[in-house]
């Protein structure tokens, strides 16, 4: 029966590959909940529900740096959106076949450009304008999830019949209705494609912590803000001790967001059929 | 295949546990691993290249700030910690604090400010926000951006201490919180209106290297290493490696180097100042 062959050895590797991730996953989800979980024991939960995070003197609360994180997803939502739903739109239902890829792949390449080059960018030309405040922190997150919200919602609106939008367009209504058909038809990936760029913004450190000022304070415009990430970015390299353990609890609170994100995502992008 | 499964399974996971526990005892061969302040860092650095070079010493040097490098130093998990600051009663009970050299802080500002200096009550001023514009100083109009470290450096403390800011005007009036030596210089490189302090061997080795910052006079002292050596400039701390007890072995022999003239001249190379 076990015959030492070619097949065992195939699938000793292939498994051995295939189990690698995945313990990968499980090593470090042990590791950032058995150090948050301590973290959050010693703190306790009402001052861990406390606005004030200041590690030196002991104090941990993380509801500054959570609305911090919603604050600047949130705008960089509503800056994103709009701007990468018309352009899928239009590169989905009107664009010709070569604008379409030429598009694309300049918008594939956005997407791909390191998030510390495009910090870097912005430095030197959103901070100058608008400060080290949310509203650079959110500007810097839209331009990056504007392209995989673009790209993930144009492959759902390309899954839109063209039999539906030509007869709506029998019907003699304007391109107006006919796309808000094809939207209709595709919202499912649509809501796919918003939920996996929010939870890219939600993971974000690298470029937020170089144009958000990094300051723990209620959201406010044009003023400083720090997020979950940031935090993490400026003090992990000095953090000893408890503040290092609260550290891993701002992580581990970002990883389950993620998570539950990237789950929620992919079932939206199952059900449109993608 | 199905039957096969498990015992494929399990062979796997065999197989990474012993690659795992093959490479967590590979540490335990003979290293001298340094951890704690970024400050000495570049410090140990020099030093490791040229003890590996002379005595084939292996010397392993990583940053993660005072605290940690104490902590560490108290857990066993280094043979040497790094401190940049003062040690705190408590932890000068625990450890064996082994001066090595002290640093200066520098007051920096972008390379296109113009103003020639501050005063330690013009710095307090500027970081409660008392004053707004670099016009108090002659300069342009602008809003002026504060930028602190984050907390747990142990600059940090050091502008704490000298400035006489709480703890809660230290974080209250702030526009930028930067991490390391590097993040900081990158924001005010970046940032025409901006101040911050920095290892004042790090600001100069950045401005040679082109970065636009520069450095300001403290109290109408010039911030030149002449200066940081005599103390006649008011801002520093001291740099400490620290032990459980007296160094042994390959820790004792990088402390020797270090107080040795060579090891002075490194230390002088990398804009420290040695122990007399």
Redesign the interface.
């Known amino acids: 029966m076990f015959r030492w062959s070619r097949e065992r050895w195939f699938w000793a590797g292939a498994i051995g590959l295939g189990l690698l991730p995945v313990l990968a996953i499980v090593a470090l989800a042990i590791f950032l909940f058995w150090n948050a979980a301590g973290a959050a024991a010693q703190i306790g939960p009402r001052e861990l529900a406390a606005a004030e995070w200041l590690p030196q003197q002991n104090r941990y609360g993380v509801v500054r740096l959570l609305a911090g994180t919603l604050a600047v997803t949130a705008l960089a939502l509503c800056l994103a959106v709009p701007v990468a739903l018309s352009a899928a739109g239009f590169l989905s239902l009107y664009a010709g076949g070569k604008v379409r890829a030429a598009a694309n792949a300049a918008i594939g390449l956005l997407g791909g450009i390191p998030s510390v080059v495009i910090g870097l960018w912005a430095m030197t030309w959103i901070v100058p304008l608008f400060g080290n405040s949310w509203i650079s922190a959110s500007m810097v997150l839209a331009l990056m999830i504007a392209p995989t919200i673009c790209l993930l919602s144009g492959a759902a609106l390309r899954l839109v019949p063209a039999d539906l939008l030509e007869a709506s367009r029998a019907l003699g209504v304007g391109e107006a209705i006919v796309s808000r058909v094809a939207f209709h038809h595709a919202r499912w990936g649509i809501l796919g494609a918003v939920v996996l760029g929010t939870s890219r913004a939600l993971g974000e450190a690298v470029a937020v912590s170089m144009v958000a000022g990094n300051v723990v304070s209620w959201p406010s415009l044009t003023r400083p803000i720090a997020t979950l990430t940031t935090t993490l970015i400026v003090e992990l390299d000095s953090a000893a001790g408890l503040h290092r353990d609260a550290l891993y609890l701002l992580g581990c609170i970002v990883l389950i967001a993620i998570s539950a994100l990237s789950v929620f995502g992919r079932a939206a992008q199952r059900k449109a059929g993608i | 295949?199905k039957?096969?499964?498990p015992l494929?399974?399990a062979?796997?996971?065999f197989?990474?546990a012993v690659f795992f526990t093959g490479a967590c005892r590979r540490q335990q061969t003979e290293q001298v691993v340094v951890t704690g302040a970024?400050t000495v860092y570049p410090i140990v650095q020099m030093a490791a290249e040229e003890l590996r070079r002379t005595k084939g010493l292996d010397i392993m040097g990583q940053?993660?700030?005072?605290?940690?490098g104490?902590?560490d130093c108290i857990a066993g998990r280094n043979s040497l910690g790094a401190m940049a600051r003062e040690l705190t009663p408590e932890e000068k009970a625990q450890v064996i604090a082994l001066p090595i050299a002290h640093d200066g802080v520098g007051i920096v500002v972008h390379a296109s400010n113009q103003i020639a200096g501050v005063t330690t009550d013009e710095l307090r001023q500027i970081y409660r926000k008392q004053v707004t514009h670099w016009s108090s100083f002659g300069g342009q109009n602008d809003r002026i951006?504060v930028v602190h470290k984050?907390?747990?450096?142990?600059l940090r403390?050091v502008f704490m201490d000298y400035t006489g800011l709480t703890?809660d005007e230290m974080?209250r009036h702030?526009?930028?919180?930067?991490?390391?030596n590097a993040?900081v210089i990158?924001?005010i490189a970046?940032?025409?209106n901006a101040i911050g302090y920095v290892s004042l061997g790090e600001v100069i080795k950045a401005a040679e290297a082109g970065q636009p910052v520069r450095l300001v006079k403290l109290n109408g002292i010039e911030p030149v290493m002449e200066n940081v050596t005599n103390k006649t400039y008011p801002l520093f701390h001291p740099l400490y490696l620290i032990s459980k007890r007296e160094p042994q072995g390959g820790s004792r022999v990088l402390l020797d180097f270090l107080r040795s003239p060579e090891g002075k001249a490194i230390i002088r190379q990398g804009n420290y100042v040695p122990l007399e």
Do not use: C, I, W
């Open positions: 295949m039957k096969t499964l494929v399974v062979a796997n996971l197989v990474y970024s940053g993660g700030g005072s605290t940690r104490f902590e951006v984050a907390e747990g450096h142990a403390g703890p974080t702030t526009d930028v919180t930067a991490g390391d993040q990158r924001v970046n940032t025409a």
